[in-house]
């Protein structure tokens, strides 16, 4: 079963829109981190946070800010007032205790000038 | 500055070649480091867990004779993907884990990938 789902494959906005990419995992462990990863063309991983399954507060960084919520399994990122440099590939991902990541299949965020 | 460095970033070669990809710990000794394979346009899928002093454990349906996992040192892991065909062809990502603690409570740090093409 796949343990992290990003439903959304390719989301198109206009630059300075708002936007939501969305994640939802699924994990027996109670101790667990969540991640997300902003992928670039030229395919290094970007990190972007970490937020550990204690910490339910949401987290403002600039434009980024991040939704997690553990009675729905979710952890949603969004970006407000999107820039065309922030066109890229998304990915979510959990790691368990046993430190091995899942990676969500991506969205791919296109933000047209 | 760079915490893991990963060599080389781009490879093409021909069918038949086999192809090692390193994978350094610049700032800290690394007892297990992870490798990754990411097709165009796909997710990211862990191969191995490459352990110091031991042997690799590798996911399902990864050929441990075909991905070569060797991890000699605290600070080096190999991938030495043998006789390569075009299906090989793929981006490859290590990570390191930093030593110390447990359960997912280590950074974990990328490396930039290899971008491997076989003609």
């Known amino acids: 079963a796949q343990k992290v789902t990003q439903a959304q494959t390719e989301i198109s906005v206009v630059e300075k829109e708002d936007v939501t990419l969305d994640c939802v995992y699924e994990t027996r462990d109670t101790t667990y981190y969540l991640f997300w990863y902003k992928q670039p063309p030229s395919g290094e991983l970007v990190f972007l946070i970490r937020?550990?399954?204690?910490?339910?507060q949401n987290e403002i960084s600039g434009r980024y800010s991040w939704n997690f919520q553990k009675s729905t399994s979710s952890f949603n990122f969004t970006i407000t007032a999107s820039q065309v440099v922030d066109s890229a590939v998304y990915f979510c991902?959990?790691?368990?205790?046993?430190?091995?990541?899942?990676f969500g299949s991506g969205t791919k965020l296109n933000v047209k000038p | 500055g760079a915490v893991v460095s990963q060599h080389p970033s781009r490879v093409i070669c021909k069918s038949g070649t086999s192809v090692k990809i390193e994978c350094r710990s610049l700032d800290f000794q690394a007892t297990t480091m992870f490798w990754y394979r990411q097709f165009p346009k796909k997710s990211l899928m862990l191969m191995a867990t490459s352990n110091e002093g031991s042997k690799a454990t590798y996911e399902q349906g990864v050929e441990k004779d075909k991905f070569l996992i060797n991890h000699a040192s605290l600070t080096l892991s190999t991938l030495t993907v043998t006789s390569a065909h075009p299906e090989d062809s793929s981006f490859y990502i290590c990570?390191?884990?930093?030593?110390?603690?447990?359960?997912?409570?280590?950074?974990?740090?990328f490396g930039d990938g290899t971008r491997l093409s076989i003609l």
């Open positions: 937020r550990n399954s204690f910490d339910e």
């Open positions: 990570s390191v884990l930093e030593t110390g603690g447990s359960g997912g409570r280590q950074p974990q740090h």
């Open positions: 991902a959990l790691s368990e205790t046993s430190n091995k990541f899942y």
